[in-house]
Every structure is written in C-alpha cells, then in structure tokens.
Nanobody
C-alpha cells in the first residue's frame, strides 16, 4: 500500500504564496504520476495539477501560470508551489498518486489519496 501525507497549508493574504508538500511512503516513487486536487466547501473535488513519471505537467486553466507542480524522487515528495493566490483558491488540497505513471486529470484514475491540507486565502 501507498500512504500520502500533505503539509504546508495555512492562511495567506491574496497575492501571497504557499508551498504544499506531499510525502509518499512507496519504494518506487519515481514510477508514479502525482496529482493535486482541491475541494472548496460544498463544491465537487476538482483537478489542479499533475506531473507524470516522466516529468510532463498539466494544469487546470484556473491555476495555469500561477501554480507549479514538481517532484523530488530522491525524497519521495511532490510539491505544489502556489503564487499570486486568490480568494477563490481557498479549499482543502489533496495529493494523489497514479501507479500507471500517467498524469490524468480525472479523479478516478488515481489509486491513492492523502487526507488533505487546508489552504485559506483572505481577500
């Protein structure tokens, strides 16, 4: 089994930055694609960003140019750098892993999920 633990969430003013981390307990981390999703209150969980095992990235239009997903395979960790934060970015952010190694946008393509970390942006 794979366990994912998110960290780095918190409170920030609009225009500020946060860096989320996702630590994975897996032997072959480099073979997994990693994704970030978010869920605002009373909203459906939505795609934010993904990075494939080969390093290809994809972003939701709402965060393109502001967020950057990356990974450090030596540390078994994925990151989400969030800049120019807006109030509408407020949500619980979840890390997910896909064992095929492909960076899908669909939630149901991910095999493992973290418990989430809260991000709150004041306007």
């Amino acid at each position: 089994q794979v366990q994912l633990v998110e960290s780095g969430g918190g409170l920030v003013q609009a225009g500020g930055s946060l860096r989320l981390s996702c630590a994975a307990s897996v032997r072959t981390f480099s073979n997994y694609a990693m994704g970030w999703f978010r869920q605002a209150p009373e909203k459906e969980r939505e795609f934010v960003a993904t990075i494939s095992s080969g390093g290809s990235t994809d972003y939701a239009d709402s965060v393109e140019g502001r967020f950057t997903i990356s990974r450090d395979n030596a540390k078994n960790t994925a990151y989400l750098q969030m800049n120019s934060l807006k109030a509408e970015d407020t949500a619980v952010y979840y890390c997910a892993a896909n064992r095929e190694g492909w960076g899908y946008r669909s939630l149901d393509k991910y095999d493992y999920w973290g418990q989430g970390t809260q991000v709150a942006v004041s306007s």
